[in-house]
């Protein structure tokens, strides 16, 4: 099919289903065959070489996990896509693959946990230069760039405190160096924001959050130039953090109502921050879809929808943060988002758990934040919640 005339919703239901049907099977099946035999030895080996279509071993491809890659491939607008067991393992078997030692890496202070870990604990080990600059610091970006560097990565918006970044002013610095542009693009999505076409070579999701949406599996995915995901997926396939079949149906089920889950968390998020920002008890609220956002502008011009998450401050500390998240009833206290239902929590316990008090104070996370991720349950009754507890303070 010829997806280039078809709409994201249209896409994110059709995309990459219609190869594997099986005696006329509406959904794709759940292949779970770690290999796949052959009549004919020539064929085999003919698919063993790439050189005819097939699968050979499960580690390396699955027709339901092609089924996930497709979908995420054709919504980026990339080449070509490969997948991983977790969001995690795609960051880093995508940093693996490109930074060996002495390379240099240019990034920003604010990265995921785990992804800072990457950067400030391990590539280190393996003699790879780790320059971070501040996370909105452009002019820091461009002369660090064009010092010279192998790879730019970036996240936008960032987790917690949703600073927004500017792809393609820093993807045009980062060609004139010759480096490669990589996005966690989680976030956003692919219906609210696409790097590839603001100048990114690569986009990578934590398909765990919104993409799957129900919080029932995991998985990552890396989309973009061909030549650059084929290397990724030769480093994948040997180092071995597959998807299984399980999760991608399960993903991939998902995301046939990504479009309509982001629609609702996109108006639902900007009806509440900008609920929190008026409200007495709140000392500060992060949401790029609010006009006081530092970041609003970039937002603006590079996103689509300004996304379901916020993080929001309390006057009075941390003692303010646990009665508050306690008092709630519609949120799950839980270290993930991107749900149909809220979750909400303290990143010094969840997204920067890994990290240092010192660490997490230097990206200035404040101890009394709290991450909010909007579900899909009816905006009234969110803000009624938050209500009810915001007056039990
Ligand atoms: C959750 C998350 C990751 C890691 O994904 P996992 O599936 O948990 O390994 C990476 N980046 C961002 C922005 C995330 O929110």
């Known amino acids: 099919m010829d997806f280039s005339k078809f709409k994201k919703s249209t896409t994110s239901v059709w995309g990459g289903e219609s190869d594997v049907t099986l005696s006329g099977a509406v959904t794709s099946p759940i292949v779970n065959s770690v290999a796949f035999a ?96 501040d996370t909105t610091d452009f002019d820091q970006f461009e002369k660090e760039i064009a010092k010279g560097c192998d790879l730019v990565y970036l996240e936008t918006p960032t987790n917690p405190t949703l600073k927004v970044v500017d792809i393609k002013r820093l993807a045009a610095a980062a060609k004139k160096v010759g480096a490669i542009v990589v996005v966690d693009n989680t976030f956003a999505t692919p219906i609210n924001q696409n790097p590839l076409a603001l100048g990114a070579d690569l986009v990578i999701h934590s398909a765990t959050k919104f993409l799957c949406g129900h919080s029932d599996a995991m998985g990552g995915v890396v989309a973009g130039k061909k030549e650059l995901v084929q290397k990724i997926y030769q480093y994948r396939e040997i180092n071995g953090a597959s998807l299984q079949a399980d999760p991608a149906y399960m993903i991939a089920r998902g995301m046939k109502t990504l479009e309509l889950r982001i629609e609702r968390q996109n108006a639902s998020a900007l009806k509440i921050a900008t609920y929190l920002k008026a409200h007495s008890k709140v000392s500060d609220v992060f949401y790029p879809g609010l006009i006081t956002h530092p970041g609003h502008a970039i937002a603006k011009q590079q996103m689509v929808g300004f996304g379901g998450i916020m993080s929001f401050a309390l006057d009075g500390g941390y003692e303010h943060v646990k009665k508050l998240l306690t008092t709630l009833k519609l949120v799950h206290l839980a270290a993930s988002l991107g749900s149909v239902s809220t979750l909400a929590g303290p990143p010094r316990t969840t997204s920067h758990v890994e990290l240092t008090e010192a660490q997490r104070k230097l990206l200035g996370i404040p101890e009394s934040l709290i991450r909010y991720s909007v579900g899909i349950e009816n905006v009234d009754d969110l803000l009624q919640d938050l209500d009810t507890a915001l007056a039990s303070l």
């Open 38 to 133: 052959y009549k004919d030895v020539d064929h085999w080996h003919d698919v063993s070489l790439g050189k005819a279509e097939g699968y050979i071993y499960s580690r390396n491809t699955n027709p339901t996990v092609a089924v996930l890659e497709e979908k995420i491939r054709l919504l980026e607008g990339a080449e070509a896509a490969t997948s991983f067991a977790t969001g995690m393992a795609a960051i880093s078997n995508t940093l693996y693959t490109f930074l060996t030692a002495g390379k240099r890496v240019v990034s920003q202070k604010d990265n995921y946990g785990g992804t800072s870990k990457i950067f400030l604990d391990f590539l280190p080990l393996y003699n790879v230069q780790v320059q971070l600059c």
